[in-house]
């Protein structure tokens, strides 16, 4: 008889788990407290319009295609390479950037503020490049059974990295660059991290890399959700069935011997390995009363910022805006320490705005726009109230149509918001953490709650806030190298 797994979530590292451990002959079934599959990689279907709710882009596309190479066919959706990559607006400059992976562009984009950009970003970027291949497979891309093996592999990593561990992400760039926009710019990607360029190490310029040179940015032809509904063909064919509006509540075990997980409503599930693709901080505190996982101690680790989301259908065509926008003041740094920290809501916010119809007409009636508007905000232990949701919500609004010049807020046909307190209790997303457990040096590696338990030989776990980390590609790696584990441990 074949082993059965129980997949505890379907997010996309659940998901792409399920088709590794069913292509290697597991009985597979998935259990999901919400109605849909996707867990943030999910959708919105509202008043004729269909938002992707979170992920809107991808770097490491080739992430995705090792997963169908790996279960030997054809990837069952479109990737869409961006270009540009994405404008960025920045408060008081009269037009915005185009951020382009070609160099000869980007420099022109830049050609005013930067004179010597072509020649100092090579080597800025030769230097992030290093880092990121010098690390991939040695800190990323591999497992790790102990604290000290993780030492020796770090130990391995070429010292002339070094510095760029106790230098700062925005300190690299001022050895690069003079203007203040271009380092702005270049530094955004330390959000998706946890941290702000401030006080996270240069080594993560190793994102830029990836952006600019490496694999650049990706999305989906028909919208994002398309990953899922094509993930989910592939299961019905191979009968991984994913049971709906069940959520895990609690735990029945002995000793280290766990009987199953139980459900909100007292069923138990039962299976030879169980795989938990919900946060994998959380679930070992709330679910496993693991001391080093109590509310007190999740709350003194860093996670990233929490997401407030606005889904927009707006009637007329906006010419002034572009797919993917980013929406900056004129007080970065200010901004920068203040965010994760302020129980105020921010005055003048920072925002990313995706308009999916500029690329995909399907997902609004014809005329109109589909505006997703995201801004970082600090997560639920800093501002546990978001009863002034609807007065951000306007601020954004009217800003964003001062500086698009178009008349948003009198068009809205369509208007949801989710404040973190939606995110967080939609997938159980700790005090509304959007990407989950921050990625400072303290938290990766065999320093991030690990992908195997550390109690029962049959429980692993798979996800942003597990090895190696939050985005796409990255939980995709995440489900390779779990799926490599339970296979060499079962
Ligand atoms: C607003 C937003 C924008 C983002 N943008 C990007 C982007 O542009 N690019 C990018 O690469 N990444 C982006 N991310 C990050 C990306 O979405 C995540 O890293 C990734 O989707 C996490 O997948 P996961 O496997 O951890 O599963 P999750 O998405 O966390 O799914 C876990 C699932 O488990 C379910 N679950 C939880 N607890 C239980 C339980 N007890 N019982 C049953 N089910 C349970 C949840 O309902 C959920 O469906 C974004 C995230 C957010 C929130």
Redesign the pocket.
């Given at each position: 008889m074949n082993k059965t797994a129980l997949i505890?979530?379907?997010?996309?590292?659940?998901l792409a788990t399920a088709l590794r451990l069913e292509k290697n002959g597991y009985s597979v079934r998935i259990?999901?407290?919400?109605n849909t599959?996707?867990?943030?990689?999910n959708i919105l279907e509202k008043d004729g319009f269909t938002f992707d709710?979170?992920?809107?882009?991808?770097?490491m596309s080739y992430e995705f295609k090792e997963l169908f190479d790996y279960l030997e066919i054809d990837i069952p959706f479109e990737l869409n390479e961006l270009n540009p990559l994405y404008t960025v607006f920045i408060e008081g400059n009269e037009k915005p950037y185009k951020i382009y992976k070609d160099l000869d562009k980007l420099a022109a984009e830049f050609k005013h503020i930067e004179p010597n950009f072509k020649k100092e970003v090579k080597k800025y970027l030769l230097g992030a490049k290093n880092v990121f291949h010098d690390t991939e497979y040695k800190i990323i891309k591999r497992n790790f059974d102990s604290l000290w093996q993780y030492m020796i592999s770090m130990s391995t990593v070429p010292k002339k990295h070094l510095p760029k561990m106790f230098r700062t992400f925005w300190g690299e760039l001022e050895r690069y660059f003079e203007s203040e926009d271009v380092k702005i710019i270049f530094s955004l990607v330390a959000f998706f991290l946890g941290a702000t360029p401030f006080n996270t190490p240069a080594v993560y310029g190793l994102l830029n890399y990836t952006e600019l040179e490496h694999d650049g940015y990706w999305n989906v032809k028909g919208g994002m959700y398309n990953i899922v509904r094509g993930i989910l063909g592939l299961m019905k064919e191979r009968d991984i069935e994913i049971t709906y509006s069940?959520?895990?509540?609690n735990v029945d075990y002995k000793g280290d011997e766990i009987n199953g997980f139980i459900d909100q409503d007292g069923k138990k599930w039962e299976a030879d390995v169980y795989v938990v693709?919900?946060?994998a901080a959380a679930?070992r505190g709330k679910?496993l009363g693991r001391k080093k996982y109590s509310e007190k101690k999740l709350d003194k680790m860093d996670w990233t910022l929490s997401?407030f989301?606005i889904y927009l259908g707006v009637k007329g065509k906006i010419p002034g805006i572009e797919h993917h926008n980013y929406f900056l003041g004129d007080n970065f740094k200010e901004y920068a320490d203040t965010i994760f920290r302020t129980e105020v809501t921010p005055k003048k916010p920072y925002y990313y705005v995706n308009v999916a119809s500029k690329s995909n007409p399907n997902c609004a009636p014809e005329g109109h726009e589909n505006i997703f508007i995201?801004c970082p905000v600090p997560d639920l232990r800093v501002k546990p109230d978001w009863s002034d949701a609807q007065t951000l919500a306007d601020e954004i609004i009217e800003d964003l149509g001062s500086r698009v010049d178009y008349d948003i807020k009198n068009n809205i046909v369509s208007k949801t918001v989710y404040t973190p307190t939606e995110?967080q209790d939609?997938?159980?997303?700790y005090r509304g953490s959007?990407?989950?457990l921050a990625h400072g040096l303290k938290q990766i590696g065999a320093l991030r709650p690990a992908n195997k338990d550390e109690v029962f030989d049959n429980v692993y776990y798979?996800?942003?806030?597990t090895h190696p980390g939050?985005?796409?590609?990255?939980?995709v790696i995440g489900s390779r190298l779990v799926t490599e584990r339970i296979l060499n441990e079962h």
């Open positions: 505890i979530g379907s997010g996309l590292g659940g259990i999901e407290k919400e599959a996707g867990g943030r990689l709710i979170g992920p809107s882009f991808f770097s069940t959520e895990i509540k693709n919900a946060d679930f679910m997401p989301t995201l995110w939609k997938f159980n997303l959007g990407l989950g798979v996800g942003a806030s939050t985005g796409l590609p990255i939980v």
